[in-house]
């Protein structure tokens, strides 16, 4: 398996990804407008024997210090349970620290993405229209985001969820 940027000549791939992951096409166009709006900051692919089969993307967020926003995440079925999710996010989340952003938020299950560091009080003091159990927050520098409260906002594609 490889993990490489999509490139403009994988997002039909992508799409067709999507639509397999997801019960609509809410998530596609929501990748969609974020490639057209300039809003995705990074954006994975892994690719089984030179197909994309996974995807993953971090795009930009309003917020008190430079942040990102981890959704989507999708593995086609016949992949899953290989670990390719996990290998997904943790390079993004490399790419992400190496690229000098301060913070990642995440609306998830928990026990999922606390594996990743992301936390339930780590986000806790932030106004965000998803704040609750399933909003979480991880630092990529150092131990602790560099605010603790304001408001955050996905960027405008998401409000069409």
Partial sequence: MQIRPEEPIDEPAVRAILLQCFPGPDEARLVDQLRSRGDAEIMLVALEDGKPVAFVALSRMRAPFKALGLAPVAVLPEYRNRGLAAELILRALAD???????????????????????????????????????FMALALDGDRLPATSGAVEYAPAFSNL
Avoid at 98 to 115: C, I
Avoid at 120 to 133: L, M, Q
């Fill in 96 to 134: 992400a620290r190496s690229a000098d952003w301060k913070g990642v938020f995440v609306l998830g299950d928990p026990e999922y993405y606390n594996r990743f560091g992301f936390s339930i009080e780590a986000a806790h003091g932030f106004k965000s229209p998803y704040a609750g159990p399933h």
